[in-house]
């Protein structure tokens, strides 16, 4: 298990250099490591089971964010931030959304899908295509545009 090396690693790094933040945000994928070895108990993990496991922690941090965000809690926004990007440095580089409209294109036009109740039937090709390189958000919203 490559990621978690890397993390120990960075992990005694962060702490010689006295960085909170990053420390904060390590001591979070070690331990959502932990758990998912525990879980899966005798199972190997896969790299996908970290990037999946990766992208869940940035997502529950984005949603926290935008909740201390709406309640004027700047200060725990910015811890919640400082430790995405941290997370954000494991995963691999995000789609434009250039690249996701264009990548998307050829997803309809070799499902032949031309109407909204198609989008369903897309997502799932699209999920698959870009498994960890795309925000579903985006991707569903450019899905409705490109399928109206």
């Not at 699209?126 to 899905?143: C, E, T, Y």
């Amino acid at each position: 298990m490559a990621l978690e090396q890397n993390i120990m690693a960075e992990l005694k790094a962060a702490m010689l250099a006295k960085d909170e933040a990053k420390l904060r945000a390590l001591r979070a994928i070690k331990a959502a490591i932990i758990i998912l070895k525990t879980s899966e108990a005798g199972k190997e993990i896969t790299e996908e089971d970290e990037m999946k496991m990766l992208q869940k922690l940035v997502k529950q941090r984005k949603e926290s964010i935008d909740i201390y965000t709406k309640q004027g809690r700047e200060d725990l926004a910015k811890t919640e931030q400082e430790e995405v990007a941290v997370i954000e440095l494991f995963l691999p580089q995000m789609m434009s959304e250039e690249e996701i409209r264009v990548a998307l294109k050829d997803i309809i036009a070799s499902l032949g899908a031309t109407s909204p109740g198609e989008m369903g039937k897309v997502m799932g090709a699209a999920n698959k295509a870009f498994a960890g390189k795309a925000d579903n958000k985006i991707v569903s919203a450019l899905v409705k545009e490109m399928l109206s």
